[in-house]
């Protein structure tokens, strides 16, 4: 129980307990022992039997929690605070684990989604598939960095203009300029940033990105990583996403939706066939 405070915590309020206001420990405190039965009531299930989990996703999900804090003196820190020894921390990892197993076994047993199920909920809910103007862009990123003869700002901006003519002139030699000259991992796919809407880059980025033509190729550009040139690649107006767009997307909300239908139905079978032994024992 004490674990699924400590995780109630983290997850809602990114504290620890000893952090928390006392109506937050209050708060906290009851979601704990929800789902601390829920996770016993799962795990008591003829469900749990032959579930299994292994040692190197046990140990995964404690590396994803320790890299949550400055280091690990302090996770070990937290935990003393909190009167739990890593053992029992790592056995309650194993528990929740398994408890969720279990869960995505149950919710694997949902009747697939149709075309039909998904039609029906793009033509009944197509307000909700509007999109924003959106821009596919590429870019040519050169770093500042005074530990670099080359990357000193004077070099960096030279270099960039250097390229920047080489592409004004060959656009389509962007991708391969990217390939050959940008400091950012997005070099390995021709320097392209994906198809964004406006808001996703850096100030500057993002409003000389917003007021070029397609097939335009900026001047440079400066941000906290460096010096930029961005290639507009194509411009997506405002409007509704198209059914066959939107399915994919619709397709996975309506089958978690089915699965955690079926979850929920599991668990209530299961606890109220507990309330029934138990009225028949009183």
């Not at 279990?102 to 909700?128: N, P, T």
Request: charged residues 30%; hydrophobic residues 35%.
């Amino acid at each position: 129980m004490i674990y699924h405070i400590l995780r109630a915590s983290l997850n809602r309020f990114g504290k620890t307990p000893a952090e928390l206001e006392e109506t937050q420990i209050q708060e906290i405190r009851t979601q704990a022992l929800r789902e601390y039965k829920i996770e016993q009531t799962v795990l008591n299930s003829g469900e749990a039997r032959d579930v299994h989990v292994p040692d190197s996703v046990v140990t995964e999900a404690l590396d994803r929690i320790v890299a949550r804090y400055p280091d690990r003196d302090s996770f070990m820190q937290d935990l003393d605070d909190n009167r739990l020894t890593e053992k029992e921390f790592i056995a309650s990892i194993r528990q929740e684990l398994l408890a969720t197993a279990v869960l995505d076994r149950v919710g694997s047993r949902a009747a697939d989604i149709s075309e039909i199920d998904c039609m029906l909920y793009y033509y009944m809910h197509k307000d909700r598939f509007d999109q924003p103007e959106t821009r596919e862009a590429c870019h040519i990123l050169i770093t500042i960095n005074d530990d670099y003869p080359e990357n000193r700002e004077p070099e960096a901006r030279k270099r960039l203009g250097d390229i920047l003519s080489r592409v004004q002139t060959k656009p389509k030699r962007f991708a391969e300029q990217a390939m050959k000259h940008s400091e950012c991992p997005t070099a390995m796919n021709g320097g392209f940033l994906g198809k964004l809407p406006q808001g996703q880059l850096f100030v500057d980025l993002d409003k000389t990105l917003f007021g070029m033509q397609e097939g335009e190729i900026s001047d440079i550009v400066q941000s906290p990583l460096g010096y930029h040139i961005l290639y507009c690649q194509a411009i997506h107006a405002a409007g509704p996403v198209g059914y066959k767009e939107a399915k994919p997307r619709i397709q996975e909300f309506l089958q978690k939706r089915r699965s955690r239908m079926c979850q929920k139905s599991w668990l209530s079978e299961l606890t109220g066939h507990h309330k029934s032994q138990d009225d028949n024992n009183a």
